[in-house]
């Protein structure tokens, strides 16, 4: 919602209120007047009504570009938030923060002098007082005269504390950045280098990173593994540093018979990939060997999951998940296994192969697989 006009940064600026408002109380977990409407301030203020009043089954938002960051969805993943974005130019899906809103403009600001405004933490300190001491103790229509901070309070055995996550909070709420290892054993984020375990080299990790400060903190491997803390980059020791390449493709020993000159019979035992494995990983440009659908029972060293609970998430939040990773690691005998789980009466698992087509194409393949005759018009698609 826009806001008054307030001095920032010696100037008059425009400001914003973001809110998170009880669907079933009418009551403000909490809002801010922002001088932007971004993915941060966002995230801002989901923080702090998160440690004032629990943790939400559900989050309902807007379509906005700010609402649908992959920064927001990764954090409410991590929370166990469901994420859930309105219909597009549909307002009545949320009619009662709009009406919100009205009683905001109507019985807050509509009172507040502007010439009055110090800073935008003082407008900020004022709706905070207001909705304590006004709002939140006011009897609403909507909850047959009770106040919404009474009919808050009735659902307290039901709410979700923070509980052992109040403590890495701040570690929940940072930015994870994919960045791609040199074979120096480095990445870069904003100009900067950092150092990683040189086994790491070629492969994907995740950079922690303060959205606030604009720092790196810490770094993850794509598994979502702590590696530690970030390690600014030293030129003059890094020229220096140790390498150790990767661990080599599993071998198997293979017994090879071979007749020495006297016409005895010597055995040496050699290492070496079977010959149809390493034929396939070097047509296929493969690091590991692939999972076949014979493949029942799959080792989880806790990837598997993280994965299933992901999946979870995906089926009741509509939308599109993308699982990513190097060929060969599993990733369709994960999705097989997981699929293999759901209700037939209620999902139909559509598997397509094809990788080089376009938009069109998956409309049509999808129409098909679904029983029905695929139109060449796109509007019709």
């Not at 493949?295 to 299933?308: F, I, K």
Request: hydrophobic letters at 40%; proline letters at 5%; a positive charge.
């Amino acid at each position: 919602m826009h806001g008054p006009r307030v001095p920032i940064g010696g100037r008059l600026g425009k400001s914003y209120l973001v809110s998170l408002f009880d669907d079933a109380a009418r009551l403000v977990a909490h809002g801010a007047f922002c001088r932007g409407e971004t993915a941060l301030d966002i995230e801002g203020v989901l923080k702090q009504a998160l440690l004032k009043r629990g943790v939400p089954v559900k989050l309902v938002v807007d379509n906005g570009a700010a609402y649908v960051a992959h920064t927001l969805q990764g954090i409410c993943a991590r929370l166990g938030i469901v994420l859930v974005h309105c219909r597009a130019y549909s307002p009545e899906s949320k009619g009662k923060l709009e009406r919100w809103h009205r009683t905001c403009r109507d019985q807050f600001l509509s009172e507040v002098d502007e010439r009055q405004i110090l800073s935008l933490d003082d407008l900020n300190a004022r709706l905070w007082a207001w909705l304590e001491q006004v709002y939140h103790r006011s009897p609403h229509d909507g909850l047959d005269g009770q106040t919404p901070l009474a009919r808050y309070q009735q659902d307290l055995p039901k709410i979700r504390s923070l509980g052992p996550l109040a403590a890495k909070l701040d570690a929940l709420f940072l930015h994870r950045v994919r960045r791609l290892v040199r074979k120096d054993g480095t990445v870069s984020y904003q100009g900067g280098r950092f150092e990683v375990p040189f086994e790491l080299a070629g492969k994907t990790v995740r950079l922690l990173v303060d959205p606030q400060a604009e720092t790196v903190v810490g770094v993850e491997d794509d598994a979502g593994e702590s590696i530690g803390q970030a390690t600014p980059l030293d030129a003059l020791a890094n020229r220096d540093r140790r390498r150790r390449k990767p661990d080599p493709l599993p071998v198997v020993p293979v017994k090879r018979q071979r007749w020495a000159e006297s016409g005895r019979v010597s055995v040496s035992t050699v290492l070496r990939l079977p010959r149809r494995l390493k034929m396939e990983l070097q047509h296929f440009g493969l690091r590991h060997s692939p999972l076949g659908k014979e493949t029942t029972e799959l080792w989880d060293d806790g990837v598997l999951a993280r994965l299933h609970e992901r999946f979870q998430w995906l089926l009741q939040s509509p939308g599109v998940g993308l699982l990513t990773g190097e060929g060969g690691v599993g990733k369709t005998a994960a999705l097989r296994a997981l699929t293999a789980k759901l209700n037939p009466h209620r999902y139909q698992v559509i598997y397509h192969a094809e990788t080089d087509f376009g938009r069109l194409d998956l409309y049509r393949c999808l129409a098909q697989s679904l029983g029905l005759a695929p139109s060449y018009r796109r509007a019709l698609l």
